[in-house]
């Protein structure tokens, strides 16, 4: 049974730091794209950051860029997003997602995790 799992969610202050972590497991990832989406109170599921197979190439939405780091250890099957600098409009549940091409885009998603809370206080 293929599952992601998501963790580190919580609640923090504006201007605090979050790790999400996501470990995947019930078949091989270190071939896959992986990403983070996020879901805001009253909004659309939006993409946050993707990150290729190998770690080589990483995109970020406007919103989080120089703020949110993806990586990944393919060797532990997990996928990283160090948060910083948050601001009370990153509230929302995130969510980890896979994808067998280069890339996670909404239409290429082939998991999805559960999501974890992140709520940021101002």
């Known amino acids: 049974q293929v599952q992601l799992v998501e963790s580190g969610g919580g609640l923090v202050q504006a201007g605090g730091s979050l790790r999400l972590s996501c470990a995947a497991s019930g078949r091989p990832f270190s071939t896959d794209a992986m990403g983070w989406f996020r879901r805001a109170p009253g909004k659309e599921r939006e993409f946050v950051a993707t990150?290729?197979?190998?770690?080589?190439?990483?995109y970020y939405a406007d919103s989080v860029k120089g703020r949110f780091t993806i990586s990944r250890d393919n060797a532990k099957n997990t996928v990283f997003l160090q948060m910083n600098s948050l601001k009370p409009e990153d509230t929302a549940v995130y969510y980890c997602a896979s994808s067998r091409t280069s890339i996670v885009r909404f239409s290429t998603v082939d998991y999805w995790g559960q999501g974890t809370q992140v709520t940021v206080s101002s």
């Open positions: 990150i290729r197979w190998d770690g080589r190439d990483t």
